[in-house]
């Protein structure tokens, strides 16, 4: 299983939010957890939608009651065979401490994520689906354009 928390503070800041979560209008809450609550269904969409639009590289192999499947190269995200991988994304917005906090967790629940993320050494290379999309730009000019929208 992988997993990441987000901290939408860095970015509240940056959009003029200066202090926590205690004592602020009810309204504001309610709006922070909107945005972030539609911001889970977006990188869900987008996670699989880079496996998805992937073309896959790697060898062919003849599965029986499959047919062919060409595999992925390392360095592609994993091809698609059982969906697995595809289906094991799940979000989920929390608030902590009191609802001082609000995080929002995203994971692949697929018993061999972490393998295809992270690789064995010697045995398979990495087969990155989760780090280009959780840490790449564009997600951050997505919750950067929501985080403004909550003001």
């Known amino acids: ?3 990441v928390s987000i901290d939408p503070k860095p970015f509240l800041r940056e959009a003029g939010f200066k202090g926590h ?3 602020v209008h009810k309204q504001f809450r309610d709006a922070a957890y909107r945005e972030w609550f539609d911001l889970s269904k977006w990188i869900l969409l987008k996670l699989r ?5 992937s073309v896959p590289k790697g ?3 003849y599965i029986a009651g499959k047919g062919k499947h060409r ?3 390392p360095g592609q995200p994993p091809a698609i065979l059982w969906a697995r991988i595809f289906r094991g994304f799940e979000t989920e917005v929390i608030w902590r401490k ?3 906090e609000l995080l929002l967790l995203v994971r692949n629940t697929a018993e061999h994520a972490d393998l295809m993320e992270y690789g064995n050494p010697g045995k398979i290379l990495p087969r990155p689906f989760f780090a280009p999309v959780i840490y790449g730009s564009e997600l951050q000019d997505e919750i950067r354009k929501r985080m403004y929208n909550v003001f």
């Open 98 to 100: 009191r609802m001082t």
């Open 71 to 73: 595999a992925s190269a």
């Open 21 to 23: 979560f205690v004592g």
């Open 59 to 61: 060898e062919v192999y």
């Open 49 to 53: 939608a880079y496996i998805k639009d």
């Open 1 to 3: 299983m992988i997993s």
